[in-house]
């Protein structure tokens, strides 16, 4: 019997890469794409595979190396976020001209919601844009045939095809089906062609010239057609569904005895939409309803749009996610079924914030102790959540904390007094798109301080090593670059390196780098300490400071308004702080918070 | 493969609590008893102290998203997670929460209170309360609905999941009888 596995979506993709013999597998972690390449790693580890997965410095780094690869004739694949996409839309777009020679797929993982990211877009609009084929899987089972999938239809082509699954595909789990995993010889042979790889723009016009006629061909591809799901169903309307909205709209067909009465069709590939499809649509029925998410792209395709309800009509929601209650809304008004609305009462949900002894709370804490009317751009990790605090202004796209600080001191700079700038930027952020902007402000003498949350790891995303970490996906020893020389090496020339634990001082330090930035330049401080999350608990008691709320407290909640531990709140009269030793990890950064000096180490 | 009714289920808490983990508990023990199953869980930003939720699916499903009112039953590891997720659940349902005080008795369902902080703190492991909470769902819900398993499975693949991990096994296990017993005791 087949051995059935509890797998993650993205551990099913990660799967159906191995068995399809990917030899090179390439990231950069973001959600909800981020447990791709660790399981594609630790299949790797397991069945002693020989390919190279690693993490890459950004998307078009990532996005670079495996397409190299693919023209080697090696199977490869590229994983990343929607928004890592926008990163590494630059080779996409000239990659789709040029083609592959063996199989490359670009997974990129949508987030209708958004549950953990700046937009909702559409990773298929960028297939479109590009020209190259998209896949949208409904479920973990299918995202894993749809990697086989992928591959067969890159080579019949030679095309890059795009995996766009969205975060209910990505973060759902199903008992999957496990296949062989083929062992493959890899054989890299590059075989010269600059005509083709390093075409000119006289060359790239023949190139997009074949790439329409490849589109054209695709678009009648067998393996990849729209699927009838219930031909038992004949009526003159139908429904027509990609994607996770397709497993709900199966689902709820069922349950609201619809599944004979209405034909529901499901669309594999929604770019290119195939051409028999939209004729048969267009032709045999009256009225379509159209269920895909985020954007309208196989309504887009369908020329008559009078006989299209979808997103362009008004009928389905252009924001947010296509959660089930939805759906079933949309089925019943489509059937002329009744349907009873749900009304939901809004909670107020609890904000997310930093954990109980997260360095980067130090390090907001004493941000805004030495420039407290400062402007605080910031950027994408954890540390956005200094939110909380006042100590972020703006959060843009990765990297732009230093772009952005740049921005607002030009912008003020001519006025008689103006504001202190102070910048934050992760260790990983900073690799990933701080160190042009930095150089960039180094040459304009962009008067601002820049504190490099340094905590040694990728954490918002589950905690993927950093360039500056000297470790691999595979746990393997790589070289480490060194973030201060790093800096230096971009020119600037006052860069310190302290310990947001070690309060005051680090405050100090601060203030002294806000008056450097002020007479002279950029001032960058390394804030190194390494998250919570990624030490031993043995690590964490040699530095363990136990804390007590003294009697003095007045429960005047400046700690819980200023630090926001979640291990201190107020009790319920709101006059004495409690400590919950559960959550409190003894960092003992709070002793140094109390206006009262009511928060006092357990021995003296 | 075992015929069973459709179940559906809702496990709530803050980001930290472990609710991903008795989710996945549940959802391989569902294999292991020869049965579909789907969840969906939350990731990213949320899991830093924010209100997660997965939802657990066990059956003949499509989608890994539970629609509201259609919820069997309800683990809610904080009260507040109750309060942002009990519409999820159907009538003749029932849910058990994490709380001090005992909540009203709703019409039609059944809420049954447990005081996990505490029993955590008694049996000095304060991360468990995910599975003192799993142990006392399975008490009080085991009996009370047709449910996909018993808590002798999830027993098996806990300790097929730790088994190299000697300290956690004994610790979780302690955890997950703690809420078992005093489910079956009250």
Redesign the interface.
């Given at each position: 019997m087949p051995e059935?596995?509890?797998m993650?979506g993205n551990e099913a993709i990660a799967r159906g890469l191995v068995e399809n013999g990917c030899a090179v597998a390439t990231s950069y972690p973001g959600?909800?794409a981020?447990e791709i390449l660790s399981a594609v790693a630790a299949e790797q580890k397991q069945n002693r595979l020989s390919m190279h997965t690693q993490w890459a410095i950004n998307e078009k780094v990532a996005f670079e190396i495996a397409y190299a690869a693919c023209i080697t004739g090696l199977r490869s694949a590229v994983s990343m976020k929607q928004v890592g996409l926008n990163v590494a839309s630059d080779p996409l777009m000239s990659a789709a001209y040029m083609g592959v020679k063996k199989g490359f797929l670009i997974i990129s993982a949508d987030d209708p919601g958004p549950?953990?990211s700046q937009t909702e877009q559409d990773s298929r609009l960028m297939a479109m844009m590009a020209k190259i084929p998209v896949l949208d899987p409904?479920?973990p089972a299918q995202a894993k045939k749809m990697i086989e999938l992928g591959y067969t239809l890159s080579e019949a082509f030679n095309i890059p095809v795009m995996i766009r699954p969205t975060t209910?595909v990505c973060?759902?789990?199903?008992?999957v089906i496990l296949e062989e995993i083929v062992f493959v010889k890899n054989l890299p042979d590059f075989e010269k062609d600059p005509l083709r790889w390093a075409a000119t723009p006289k060359f790239r016009f023949q190139l997009h010239k074949e790439l329409e006629q490849k589109l054209k061909a695709i678009a009648a591809h067998l393996a990849t057609a729209p699927l009838l799901l219930n031909p038992e169903a004949k009526a003159d309307n139908a429904i027509v569904v990609s994607g996770?909205a397709a497993?709900?709209s199966?689902?709820?067909l069922k349950e609201l005895g619809l599944w004979g009465k209405i034909p529901l069709y499901q669309v594999l590939q929604p770019y290119p939409l195939h051409t028999e499809f939209k004729n048969h649509l267009l032709n045999d029925y009256t009225n379509i309803l159209v269920i895909e998410e985020t954007t309208g792209i196989i309504e887009m395709q369908l020329a008559d749009h009078a006989k299209i309800k979808g997103k362009l009509s008004g009928m389905v929601p252009v924001v947010g996610e296509l959660?089930?209650?939805i759906i079933?809304k949309l089925i019943c008004d489509f059937c002329e079924k009744e349907y009873s609305p749900?009304d939901?009462?809004q909670?107020p949900?609890?904000?997310?914030?930093?954990?109980a002894g997260c360095p980067h709370r130090a390090s907001f804490f004493a941000i805004k102790k030495a420039a407290p009317k400062g402007i605080y751009p910031s950027d994408i990790g954890?540390y956005?959540?200094g939110l909380n605090f006042g100590a972020v202004d703006t959060v843009l796209c990765m990297g732009a904390a230093i772009g952005q600080a740049a921005g607002f001191y030009h912008a003020h700079k001519n006025e008689e007094k103006r504001p202190d700038i102070i910048a934050t930027i992760g260790d990983s952020t900073f690799f990933h798109a701080g160190v042009p902007a930095l150089i960039d402000a180094v040459v304009q003498n962009v008067q601002f301080v820049l504190v490099i949350l340094d905590n040694r790891t990728t954490a918002?995303?589950g905690n993927q090593p950093t360039p500056a970490s000297g470790v691999g996906v595979l746990d393997e020893p790589l070289h480490a670059v060194d973030i201060a020389a790093l800096v230096k090496g971009c020119g600037v020339s006052y860069c310190k390196t302290a310990d947001p634990y070690e309060l005051q001082d680090f405050i100090k330090l601060l203030k002294k780098a806000v008056q450097y930035s002020r007479a002279k330049g950029p001032a960058v401080v390394i804030a190194r300490h390494p998250c919570v999350l990624n030490i031993s608990p043995a690590e964490r008691k040699a530095f363990a400071i136990p804390v007590k709320i003294a009697k003095e407290c007045d429960g005047c909640g400046y700690c819980v308004k200023h630090f926001e531990c979640?291990a201190l709140s107020l009790n319920e009269t709101e006059t004495k702080v409690i400590l919950d030793?559960?959550l409190c990890i003894e960092c003992g950064v709070c002793l140094h918070i109390c206006p009262k000096n009511a928060i006092i180490p357990q021995k003296e | 493969m075992q015929q069973i009714q459709n179940q559906q289920y809702v496990i709530s808490g803050?980001?930290?609590q472990g609710v991903l983990f008795i989710?996945?508990l549940l959802?391989?023990t569902?294999?292991l008893k020869g049965l579909?199953?789907?969840?969906?869980?939350?990731?990213?930003?949320?899991?830093?102290?924010?209100?997660v939720l997965s939802h657990l699916k066990v059956g003949n499903?499509?989608?890994?998203?539970?629609?509201?009112?259609q919820a069997d039953g309800l683990i809610a590891l904080k009260a507040?997670a109750f309060?942002?997720h009990k519409?999820y659940l159907k009538p003749d349902s029932w849910a058990v929460v994490n709380k001090k005080q005992v909540p009203r008795q709703t019409k039609n369902s059944s809420f049954i209170a447990i005081d996990a902080?505490h029993l955590?703190?008694k049996i000095d492991n304060?991360r468990s309360i995910n599975l003192i909470m799993l142990g006392f769902a399975m008490a009080k819900a085991g009996n009370a609905s047709n449910l996909f398993c018993t808590s002798q499975d999830l027993e098996i693949v806990l300790s097929q999941r730790l088994a190299n991990n000697k300290n956690f096994h004994h610790t979780a296990l302690k955890a997950f009888n703690t809420g078992f017993s005093e489910g079956r005791n009250e």
């Open positions: 059935r596995k509890l993650l959600t909800p981020s549950h953990s409904d479920s209910r973060h759902a789990r199903q008992d996770v497993a709900h199966k689902e709820l959660l089930p209650e079933e749900v939901l009462p909670v949900g609890k904000r997310p914030t930093l954990c954890c956005t959540l918002m995303t979640p030793q559960l | 803050v980001g930290g989710t996945r959802a391989e569902a294999i579909p199953v789907f969840t969906a869980e939350t990731h990213g930003m949320a899991q830093r102290g924010g209100i499903f499509y989608s890994p998203l539970i629609r509201p009112f507040e309060e942002a519409h902080n955590a703190q304060f």
